[in-house]
């Protein structure tokens, strides 16, 4: 029959995915070593976190298997088991070939942005971990080797009374001394008791007010002892955004995240030339395309994709790969379980303008309960020497708090 282009986004066409592969993305060339290895299937659980975290496994023929995360969403399950058949029979160690081979074959659902390209990421993580388990070696060598062998930690705080500056301080106060975090970030899209109406996204001068005392009491309580920054959420227009940069301006602020919503390119790019104050954005934006028009526009001086939902870890060095070009350090989003956590981290060893990675789940005593290995530490994360990302889920603590109706994981 004639493949045509319908074809190839069919999965139910009359050819095997192996023909498929080497037609559309290139022959895979047999290799020694032992290293010709199948994938045989693709498997995920939801746990419910702070969010309901996807973790992804990929199995082989090997005997070994890939533990990766998406970032959380609805939708995220089914279209990595749409994906599967795609995958099945392939070899895991052509990292970028398969990734392109699922963007290409994930079209008609929207691969350029959005849940679909974060389904792709939660599986490109899982084949860094199988790659590296094949190959014995950490995730972070598949990426060119490592800058550092500890990534900072940046810790998102929260307190009972988020719209009170000196709970707000005094929140800060404890995460330093008694945490052990040099780096914070706090919400400041929080009601202040003045508005009036907020979806005009309008800031009378009282919310400013109110937002430069959070700001005040927060960094002036730490001072030198902690980089802190804050986040708005994408909650202000252009105007009232430039308002509230400015009257920050004589804050130590690390950096302003996400003032204005994320569609109009150009309005970011007038907030973020029209103030002192560094400003960040990045964790709502996809792919390399999308983060190299902020890029290059220098409508950003903190660029912080998010990992997991942004495309992977390829994706994600791909962008510090153009940021480095324009002198701009890279923060991490990362709302993630350990898993997804120790891949940026992973990802920022081996990029030389890692700033931090956030952490976004203190409050949650168990986190560090779903692998077998520690993870953050005194307010860092060592990069882990052991193949793959160097964690091991704990599959007892993964069954003891997935989402209502799933299932746990196969065993390997």
């Known amino acids: 029959m004639t493949k045509d282009y319908a074809d190839l986004h069919d999965p139910n066409a009359e050819y095997t995915m192996r023909e498929l592969s080497a037609e559309t993305m290139g022959a895979t060339a047999k290799r020694g070593g032992g290293r010709d290895v199948e994938i045989t299937d693709v498997q995920t659980t939801m746990v419910d976190g702070n969010f309901p975290w996807t973790l992804v496994r990929v199995y082989t023929d090997a005997g070994v298997v890939g533990t990766g ?61 199988l790659a590296g388990k094949l190959l014995e070696i950490p995730a972070y060598q598949l990426l060119g080797g490592k800058y550092r062998d500890e990534v900072r930690v940046y810790c998102d705080c929260h307190t009972e009374a988020e719209a009170d ?5 005094d929140e800060a106060e404890r995460v330093v001394e008694e945490l052990g975090y040099d780096a914070l970030k706090f919400d400041l899209d ?20 109110h937002k430069v005392d959070i700001v005040e009491a927060v960094t002036e309580r730490v001072r030198d002892r902690a980089d802190v920054a804050f986040d708005c959420h ?46 960040t954005v990045g964790e709502n934006r996809y792919r390399v395309t999308e983060l190299r028009r902020l890029i290059e526009r220098q409508a ?35 709302v993630s379980s350990p898993v997804a956590t120790t891949a940026s981290a992973h990802v920022a060893a081996a990029i030389p303008n890692a700033l931090a990675v956030e952490y976004h789940s203190y409050e949650l005593d168990w986190w560090a309960d779903l692998v077998e290995e520690p993870v953050i530490e005194d307010g860092s994360i060592t990069v882990p020497e052991a193949p793959g990302l160097g964690v091991t889920l704990d599959m007892d603590a993964v069954a003891a708090h997935m989402v209502d109706g799933e299932t746990l994981f196969d065993p390997a």
């Open 69 to 129: 995360e998406a970032y959380w969403g609805a939708g995220v399950p089914e279209l990595i088991e749409r994906m599967t058949p795609f995958l099945v029979g392939e070899n895991p160690l052509d990292v970028d070939r398969l990734y392109e081979h699922l963007v290409q074959k994930m079209s008609g659902e929207g691969s350029v942005e959005g849940v679909t390209v974060t389904a792709i990421a939660g599986v490109e993580v899982a084949l860094h971990d």
């Open 190 to 209: 929080v009601p202040s008791g003045h508005e009036k109406d907020r979806a005009n996204r309008h800031l009378r001068p009282g919310e400013i007010r």
């Open 234 to 279: 994408w909650t202000f227009s252009a105007g009232s955004a430039k308002r509230l940069a400015a009257a920050l301006e004589e804050y130590d602020v690390w950096w302003l995240e996400d003032p204005v919503p994320p569609e109009n390119l150009d309005v970011q790019e007038e907030v973020t030339k029209s103030t002192l104050t560094p400003v």
């Open 165 to 169: 500056p000196q709970a707000c301080a």
């Open 300 to 334: 950003v001086d903190i660029v912080a994709p998010d990992m997991p939902k942004v495309g992977g870890m390829r994706e994600t060095r791909k962008i510090a790969d153009v940021a480095n070009q324009y002198y701009v350090p890279v923060a991490m989003h990362n």
